[in-house]
Nanobody
Framework: EVQLVESGGGLVQTGGSLRLSCDTS????????IGWFRQVPGKEREGVSWSSRDGNKYYNDAVRGRFTISRDNTKRTVYLDMNNLKPEDTAVYYC???????????????????YGKGTLVTVSS
């Protein structure tokens, strides 16, 4: 059973930083693409950042230059370092994993196969 468990969310002021972590189990980590989505209540879930199995990294234009994704294949963990946070970054952040090899630009809109339960990030103004 694929399991994705997020941690690291919380309340931070505008301009602050947070690090999200996603611990994983139940699948061959190195053969999956993995990353982060987020969702604001009443809005569609959107792709934030993605780390492909071959080492490529992708970012939503809204976070590029502020967020950094990394993965540790030994620890089976993916991280999202978020800097210079803005109120519009407030959302539930979901760790996601997908085995299909589908391009990020498609997955960012249609979604991944597996998700964690999410962690709330609140950025106060």
């Amino acid at each position: 059973e694929v399991q994705l468990v997020e941690s690291g969310g919380g309340l931070v002021q505008t301009g602050g930083s947070l690090r999200l972590s996603c611990d994983t189990s139940g699948f061959s980590f190195g053969t999956y693409d993995i990353g982060w989505f987020r969702q604001v209540p009443g809005k569609e879930r959107e792709g934030v950042s993605w780390s492909s199995r071959d080492g490529n990294k992708y970012y939503n234009d809204a976070v590029r230059g502020r967020f950094t994704i990394s993965r540790d294949n030994t620890k089976r963990t993916v991280y999202l370092d978020m800097n210079n946070l803005k109120p519009e970054d407030t959302a539930v952040y979901y760790c996601a994993a997908d085995p299909s090899g589908t391009t990020w630009y498609f997955l960012a809109h249609v979604g991944a196969k597996f998700y964690g339960k999410g962690t709330l990030v609140t950025v106060s103004s």
